[in-house]
């Protein structure tokens, strides 16, 4: 309906707002429209159902969660979705072959701590952005 498409969109003009006035820190405004995909197994793979929500990673071992290459999963550039990581096993955001992040190809950072996110942002068609609670991207 007309009302919850304006509210879709009221949220991510929110959003945006607040990643350029607090210079890019995870910020939460209101209620996601997409809700959570709980993940607790130990690699997942973003899928377009993803985008707008909030992915959880909640397992006690290292996790994985892969950033998938434009040719396998063609996720609409300008996708946005946050990851957090939930349990004590550390999670890890990894970009698949081809898949740029932060500058790096193939590049993927650790989440930084336990209950702590990240944004993803598809830039261009196989480049990607991480922004929020992570360690270097390598």
């Not at 397992?59 to 996720?75: E, G, Q």
């Amino acid at each position: 309906d007309v009302i919850g498409v304006a509210d879709f969109w009221l949220e991510r003009i929110r959003q945006l707002i607040a990643l350029v006035v607090l210079g890019g820190d995870q910020v939460h405004i209101g209620t996601r429209q997409h809700g959570i995909n709980a993940q607790t197994g130990t690699a997942y793979t973003l899928a377009a159902t993803d985008g707008g929500a909030e992915v959880t990673m909640s397992n006690a071992a290292a996790n994985t969660l892969t950033i998938p290459a434009n040719a396998t999963v063609a996720l609409p550039v300008g996708f946005i979705c946050s990851v957090t990581m939930l349990g004590a096993g550390v999670t890890t955001v990894d970009g698949a072959t081809g898949v740029t992040v932060n500058g790096v190809s193939g590049g993927g950072a650790a989440i930084s701590a336990q209950y702590r996110s990240v944004t993803l942002k598809k830039i261009a068609t196989d480049t990607w952005v991480m922004q929020g609670a992570h360690g270097a991207v390598a």
